[in-house]
């Protein structure tokens, strides 16, 4: 690349971040295409139908593979085979096309279609974080970004303890992965529903992300930046605590004050 400073001009290398499609079949059937950074894509697929709701957990999944091909990137498909009776997902699950790294609802009907229920029930959670402890868990998010140190370029998602201790932190070009992917490893490691945890968004919190924190039980949601309207009316129907702009010593809680202590 070239860099450009006031009046220098210099040829200098960069590191950028991965962005490579996946698409995720189940039973040899396409269901979706996402753009995400390579990597962890197990947890990616586990966590995508688990909060669209077309799982309940990894007992309903026999296996997950690569279909490397003559007509397909290697390590850029992958199938989902089901356990034994349990229901593939329906045709119009499917989505009509490429999801991208800045949406996650790409391709959804209608509103309604995204209210996933969860079977997991977080208003009666009795989580209590510190409001100084939520302060310092950007940084600790910051610190453990490894990726993110390299290229500048990529959200994360970070599942901390009630004490604040980081339990799992994934990184991807979208939010919505990073989301799947923590909640992937949660599932695949029989850690669900994720009782008194908090996750912690490095940029906004959307409808979505609510939607798929409360598919994996967590109680409370927090992110560096704004809540959307729709974000903040789902958390507070659901019972669920929703932080936004939690920067340095100040936070804004739209959903579910009492957890915050």
């Not at 995508?48 to 490397?68: K, R, W």
Request: aromatic share 6%; net charge negative.
């Amino acid at each position: 690349m070239t860099r450009i400073a006031e009046n220098s001009r210099e040829i200098r290398f960069d590191s950028l971040v991965a962005e490579e499609p996946l698409e995720i079949r189940v039973a040899g059937r396409s269901l979706a295409v996402t753009m995400r950074t390579p990597g962890n894509d197990f947890e990616l697929a586990t966590g995508f139908l688990l909060t669209e709701g077309l799982i309940t957990g990894t007992a309903d999944v026999a296996t997950i593979s690569y279909c490397p091909g003559p007509d397909v990137q290697a390590f850029n498909v992958l199938d989902v085979a089901l356990a034994p009776g349990v229901v593939p997902p329906p045709t119009q699950a499917a989505r009509p096309f490429v999801t991208t790294s800045s949406c996650g609802l790409c391709g959804k009907a209608s509103i309604d279609s995204v209210r996933s229920k969860s079977v997991f029930e977080v208003a009666s959670d009795p989580l209590r974080v510190g409001a100084s402890v939520l302060c310092t868990l950007p940084g600790r998010l910051r610190e453990a970004q490894t990726v993110f140190e390299r290229t500048g370029g990529l959200h994360a998602a970070g599942l901390f303890d009630a004490e604040g201790g980081l339990v799992c932190l994934r990184e991807d070009v979208g939010r919505h992965n990073a989301f799947d992917k923590v909640i992937g490893w949660a599932a695949m490691n029989e850690r669900l529903p994720l009782r008194r945890h908090v996750l912690l968004a490095s940029g906004r919190a959307s409808f979505e992300l609510v939607q798929k924190a409360l598919m994996a039980g967590v109680p409370l949601l927090a992110a560096v930046s704004a809540p959307s309207n729709l974000a903040a009316e789902l958390a507070e129907e659901a019972g669920m605590t929703l932080v936004g702009f939690l920067r340095g010593a100040t936070m804004n809680v739209y959903a579910g004050a009492e957890r915050v202590v």
